[in-house]
């Protein structure tokens, strides 16, 4: 089963965006599952105020776990969010929510890191 459907799974148990993501990436992080689902709690609904998607959160955060060199993780950060931009017109939460599913934000921000870890490999 494709990483992003795992994830999408997990949103169905009722943890947020951003745990999701950073949870099924655990796969190719090494992230303990206790620990990834304390570290994106307050990243959900946009950091809990509406801005930024947390599934966007989420797999910056993974990227960052799947790079060592700053200025590379600078780089996946702002790919990743031009990623989400470009495939949904924008990346805060309340603007997402009323357009597009979070179960639809989460697949794609768990594909994107997946994709991201296996051309890494």
Same mark, same amino acid.
């Given at each position: 089963?494709? /990483?992003? =459907?795992?994830?999408? !799974?997990?949103? @169905?148990? #009722? &943890? ?5 993501v950073?949870?099924?990436? *655990?796969?190719?992080?090494? /992230?303990? =599952?206790?620990?990834? !689902?304390?570290i @994106?709690? #307050? &990243? ?9 998607? *947390? ?32 495939q ?34």
């Open positions: 089963m494709a /990483l992003s =459907e795992e994830a999408v !799974k997990l949103h @169905a148990q #009722g &943890f947020n965006c951003a745990q999701c950073l949870l099924m990436s *655990g796969k190719y992080t090494g /992230l303990e =599952e206790d620990t990834a !689902k304390k @994106a709690a #307050g &990243f959900g609904g946009g950091l809990r105020s509406g801005e930024i998607c *947390g599934a966007i959160s989420g797999a910056v955060m993974a990227l960052g776990l799947l790079e060592e060199d700053k200025k590379s993780i600078a780089v996946l950060a702002r790919n990743c969010v031009d990623a989400f931009r470009e949904f017109g924008c990346v805060r939460c309340a603007e997402l929510k009323p357009a597009v599913s979070c179960d639809e934000l989460i697949s794609f921000g768990a594909a994107h890191v997946e994709n991201y870890a296996k051309n890494k490999e």
